[in-house]
């Protein structure tokens, strides 16, 4: 275990460092000079140069790459172009933003889809199988921002039963603030729900059909017990793969839902920037997200070696 | 040419028409391909078959549906019905190729790092997921933003962001393939690498590939209606469907006409269809060709 | 009129009045101007109350009776959307979007203000003053004014402020305004609370360029250090920034020790918003009270919605569609002539805005602006723009792209001149982009050419202008050959000296006269299209009062109250 541990995690690094690289130089596509965006047009060239001396931006590229990525690691993500204010005290706000969403949204839409998925399986091809399945296929189909807009419309603004704008007045309590990140949860529960369910149907399909369930009511358990004991656990695999990949998605993905809500998430936050050509503030934005990817691609790897012991001292391939 | 490689091959064309006749026979399949179809003679003829020009901004603005208008009319006295008939012609250019592109640079990714293994399959695997931990949307409107929003940019974009996720799905049909018989063989014969990869391992990794392009498919149309949704896809006046809900969505708080539904709803639902059409086609592959 | 007004009138007249002032009162008395114009000429120039009322009653005119605010309930913190967030820092002298306009102005003041019938009232000057030919205007600082740091205001934070504000290397938005009008050596302290301000060229309506129509013109101290504005409150206004989270919100406090007074507000919440829908429904949802800018195209569920009551600011705020007249297809001024044709004016008015807007003649003179001589209106001709079209030989028409991007009736506008081109043979593409990539890019301005930002340097395009209260800037920076926004790249010297002559000219008659020679020129080469200048709304919830939308876009708190 601990060596499969260590294995995962050095690979994760070498992602990390290959991610950087390309962020960095992703960054470095950005048009106009660092100087230039941040004091105009009509500025003096004399400024414009001094500034870029400043923020080091007249440095060779490897110079600048080894400077980002090792201030980075001591947690120093730089000042924004823009804002003229340390990137992490806004990235901060937004990436915790962003991970509340997200948990809501998987609060939600996890155990609903597991049950939606399981109850398809449990009546492959009938009626109920049918309603589920078309259901999730349509929802899924349905681009986010029509959803989101939809929702908006009908609880916000018609029926008025939910706010609008995701974002709290400060000082919400923690279940008022749910009740604010309810509509674009809901949002992200239509987009995603056909999804996870489909894979929870399939895995419990798969695992009805098993050796170990057809022994399991040989040794004469109830349906409910050998559901519970033998088909959950192998229907989750799949669903802790989606899940995990779909993280990727809910923090930093999410700049249309974001933005419709209102919603000072992280992908609203990379999005200004790249707009802005605020390079420090994307460079950082764009890295945390995709390390808040690998923990949960790392963390779901181990769960599902945990629940599925043949992984465990295989081969990672 | 030796007897083998002759047999394996008329073997495929046997197992491909059976293969194409089960698909005949999935409804799923047949439903998805009318519905896909369907927007397709749309997108080619629908200027004709329309009840009016999608661009005539002669009509009094957000009309309800009814009448000389099954959709009602925009904000700008256009006739919702006669464009959401011609919406589908610009992402239905521009998603395909997306995916086409897609789907040729992760297949030739996939065939080097299954066929090679070793440092070139590590290397290219890392960065293969590094690329995987990056937002696409955003990563996709950064780059808009860098280069300008063209068409060719949004094909290349969304087309280049999908390579490494098709290549995975190739690598690992590669992987499997790798160790049969005819690959051993054919390297023994002396065969190049690229003769073994695209000659011998491609025709018959097919059915994983095209179920991949129809899934891709389905996510390039979401690509370029979100991307377009936020201004950087197609551009005015095209009758492009997300364009039309960007355009109008800002009406819906409108209670007092019925918040102008018919301006969103009907392009929301036209968008939806054409996904579902998609995903219903991989579907039906997906099932025949994993039987 | 009694014995004591005329003798007051008089004496000003002899006495205190210079050719300047006595020009304004000319034109009262020999009716070139109706009351409310002269009203407004008369506080540019630096005229009290008292003196207005006596020029009124010598002239006829009834009484000026000043407006009473509304009775205000004290307390309470309002709620304000704004649109979009600022793009950037807050430093005043760099505000160059409708984000730190609004934010800033919650907090600054500037010498004067104007207000939304574009009259001019003293703010942190008590009056002002110009000498013969208004190139030298004297201002008087209001003694009582304490900045938010406690230090009282003096002429060296105002000489420091404005010599910021001119200077060509500080990154500063208000150059375009300034441009051949003040440098700073211009800029000079005459004693502690007395200002010089020694012109590049006579202007006699510099006074407005001192006033909140400059809205980067927030009075700071001295001893301000750049990249701290949101950081410590230090401007002078009823308000102090006590927080600020770009691109989510401020947080304003009352500023008790304000020279007016108390405002009732006890405080103001901010939230950005960048999303027009998002904004409409907030305001609907009852999560804000008040946004800083609403527009019928996009907000149309605010016009019809009985907890909401809009707020108009009649201005000359317009957008502006300029073609380059220095290169195919635009360098015909009858191919010009021709596109402005196809424009159906008065309909394009009503579906975007509802008929708030005055329809526009293709020149900055706005229907607002006291000086503006109404020539005949261009209407849609569409059999004159074709024969313009094969006079200039392009009977067959010609593609070309129109570039904007997504901001408000932008598109909408971008379709409509598209749809309407197509009568006349031009296949016009249009490309939309986001208002970061539109004025993003290098713009050096003349010497050095428009650089290679696409708001100067596309065929044609549609830029949105924000309010003045005189067309100044407009003739200067976008018309003029060295105008540093002449996005038509627009080169005509008799215009040009005419423009010129309109900023010096004193009494409304001459500006009257060359604003007529203006239009007939523009009229005739039509290096841009003016299709409609629109009011400037605001929308709040029904228990705002005494708020009053401001024709340049900037949110002015201190006398607000919620019921």
Request: a positive charge.
């Amino acid at each position: 275990m601990a060596r499969f541990v260590a294995k995962r995690l050095a690979l994760s690094v070498v992602t990390l460092f290959i991610l950087s690289v390309i962020v960095f130089a992703a960054a470095q596509l950005l048009p106009g000079n660092v100087g230039r965006n941040v004091l105009g047009p009509f500025a003096d060239q004399a400024s414009v140069d001094l500034l870029n001396h400043q923020v080091g931006a007249d440095r060779p590229v490897l110079v600048q790459y080894t400077a980002w990525i090792w201030k980075f690691v001591q947690g120093d993500m730089g000042q924004s172009l823009q804002y003229r204010v340390p990137v992490w005290s806004l990235l901060s706000d937004s990436l915790v933003n962003s991970l509340k969403l997200a948990a809501e949204a998987f609060a939600l839409v996890v155990p609903l889809s597991i049950l939606g998925g399981v109850a398809a399986a449990l009546r492959q091809g009938r009626l109920a199988d049918r309603a589920i399945t078309i259901t999730g296929l349509s929802l899924t189909a349905i681009p986010e921002f029509v959803s989101a807009i939809f929702l908006i419309v009908a609880f916000g603004v018609f029926v008025k039963w939910l706010p609008v704008n995701a974002q709290w007045p400060e000082g919400t309590g923690i279940l008022g603030q749910m009740k604010y990140l309810l509509l674009p949860s809901l949002a992200l529960v239509m987009v995603l729900f056909g999804y996870i369910a489909r894979m929870a149907r399939a895995g419990t399909i798969e695992a009805l059909s098993a050796d170990y369930t057809r022994t399991a009511y040989l040794k004469g358990l109830g349906t409910p017990t050998v559901i519970r004991r033998h088909v959950l656990r192998n229907a989750l695999l799949p669903t802790i793969a989606v899940i995990a990949t779909q993280t990727g998605y809910l923090i930093g993905g999410l700049l249309v839902i974001e933005k419709l809500f209102n919603y000072n998430g992280i992908g609203q936050r990379i999005y200004i920037a790249a707009q802005n050509k605020d390079v420090t503030m994307l460079q950082s934005g764009v890295l945390l997200v995709g390390i808040v990817y690998l923990v949960a691609t790392f963390v779901a790897d181990l769960l599902y070696s945990v629940l599925n012991p043949r992984i465990r001292f295989g081969s990672t391939e | 040419m030796s007897t083998v490689t002759v047999a394996v091959r008329s073997e495929a064309k046997i197992a491909r028409r059976e293969t194409l006749r089960q698909l005949l026979r999935s409804k799923t399949f047949i439903v998805g391909v009318l519905v896909v179809g369907f927007w397709i003679v749309c997108a080619l003829v629908g200027s004709q078959i329309a009840p009016h020009n999608p661009q005539d901004q002669s009509f009094d603005p957000l009309l309800r549906p009814g009448g000389g208008h099954f959709f009602g009319t925009d904000s700008l006295g256009r006739d919702v019905f006669s464009r959401v008939l011609t919406g589908a012609s610009d992402i239905l250019k521009v998603a395909p190729l997306a995916m086409l592109l897609g789907i040729a640079g992760g297949t030739v990714v996939g065939l080097v790092t299954g066929y090679f293994r070793g440092l070139v399959d590590d290397v290219i695997s890392r960065i293969v997921d590094a690329w995987l931990a990056l937002p696409v949307i955003v990563i996709a409107v950064t780059v808009l933003v860098a280069l300008g929003s063209s068409t060719a940019t949004l094909v290349v974009v969304i087309g280049v962001l999908f390579t490494p996720l098709v290549a995975r799905t190739v690598r690992a049909a590669v992987l499997a393939e790798r160790e049969l018989e005819y690959v051993q063989a054919a390297r023994l014969r002396g065969e190049r690498a690229p003769y073994v990869m695209f000659v011998e391992i491609l025709p018959n990794i097919m059915g994983p590939i095209i179920v991949e392009a129809t899934v891709r498919l389905g996510y390039a149309i979401f690509a370029v209606a979100g991307l377009t949704f936020l201004g950087f896809g197609v551009q005015p006046p095209s009758p492009d469907w997300a364009l039309q809900i960007s355009d109008n969505y800002n009406l819906l708080n409108d209670t007092a006409n019925q918040g102008n539904y018919w301006t969103v709803l009907f392009p929301g639902a036209a968008v939806a269809s054409l996904v579902v059409g998609v995903n219903l086609i991989a579907d039906g592959i997906q099932h025949v060709l994993e039987r | 009129m009694d014995r004591e007004t005329r003798r007051q009138l008089e004496h000003y007249r002899r006495e205190e009045a210079g050719p300047v002032e006595n020009a304004v009162l000319d034109d009262l008395f020999d009716a070139e101007m109706d009351r409310g114009q002269f009203i407004r000429r008369a506080t540019v120039v630096g005229f009290s109350a008292s003196i207005i009322a006596a020029a009124l009653a010598a002239a006829g005119e009834a009484e000026l009776a000043f407006a009473a605010p509304e009775a205000a309930g004290a307390g309470g913190r309002l709620r304000l959307g704004c649109i979009p967030p600022p793009a950037h820092g807050l430093d005043p002298h760099t505000y160059a979007d409708t984000g730190s306009l609004v934010t800033g102005n919650i907090a600054g003041e500037m010498l004067l203000r104007t207000t939304n019938r574009l009259t001019v009232i003293p703010e942190l000057a008590v009056s002002w003053k110009p000498n013969k030919d208004a190139s030298i205007w004297t201002y008087t600082l209001r003694r009582s004014v304490r900045f938010q740091t406690g230090q009282t205001m003096r002429a060296d934070d105002v000489v420091t402020t404005f010599k910021r504000l001119v200077d060509p290397n500080s990154g500063s938005q208000a150059l375009s305004a300034f441009k051949g009008v003040l440098s700073p050596a211009g800029v000079r302290k005459v004693d502690d609370f007395t200002v010089a301000f020694h012109l590049d060229a006579p202007n006699a309506s510099f006074p407005y360029l001192t006033s909140s129509t400059t809205y980067q013109a927030i009075i700071l101290p001295a001893n301000y250090a750049l990249g701290t504005y949101e950081k410590t409150p230090q401007a002078t206004g009823a308000f102090k920034l006590v927080s600020y989270t770009p691109g989510v919100g401020a947080t304003f406090e009352r500023y008790d020790g304000w020279w007016k007074g108390r405002a009732p507000l006890d405080g103001v919440d901010l939230k950005y918003f960048s999303d027009d829908a998002a904004v409409i429904s907030a305001l609907l949802g009852n999560q804000i009270d008040l946004v800083n800018e609403i527009h019928f195209s996009t907000g149309r569920a605010l016009f019809n919605n009985k907890n909401v009551k809009i707020f108009s600011a009649h201005g000359a705020t317009h957008r502006l569609v300029p073609m380059k007249t220095d290169a195919p297809p635009f360098n015909d001024y009858r191919i010009r002539q021709a596109v402005a044709l196809t424009l159906d004016r008065p309909a394009i008015r009503k579906r975007l805005f509802n008929n708030l807007a005055d329809v526009g003649n293709d020149s900055p003179f706005a229907p607002v602006f006291p000086a503006t001589v109404k020539l005949p209106q261009r209407h849609k001709d569409i059999r004159k723009a074709k024969e313009l079209m094969a006079a200039a030989g392009k009977a067959k028409g010609f593609s070309v792209q129109l570039t904007t991007y997504k901001a408000f009736e932008l598109p909408a506008l971008a379709q409509i001149i598209q749809s309407s081109v197509k009568a006349i043979g031009i296949n016009m593409t249009l490309r939309i982009l986001t208002s970061a990539a539109y004025y993003a890019g290098s713009q050096l301005g003349p010497p050095d050419g428009w650089g290679t930002t696409p708001w100067l340097n596309t065929p044609i395009n549609i830029t949105d202008w924000g309010g003045r209260a005189v067309p100044n800037v407009y003739l200067t920076s976008s018309l003029q050959s060295k105008g540093v926004w002449n996005a038509s790249h627009y080169s005509n010297k008799r215009f040009d000296r005419l423009a010129a002559s309109f900023v010096a000219a004193i009494s409304l008659k001459d500006k009257r006269k060359y604003a007529k020679q203006i239009e007939e020129v523009l009229l005739h080469d039509t290096p841009a299209i003016y299709p409609y200048f629109y009011f400037q709304l605001g929308g709040g919830r029904k228990r705002v009062r005494g708020y009053q939308a401001d024709p340049q876009g900037a949110v002015y708190l201190s006398r607000t109250s919620l019921a």
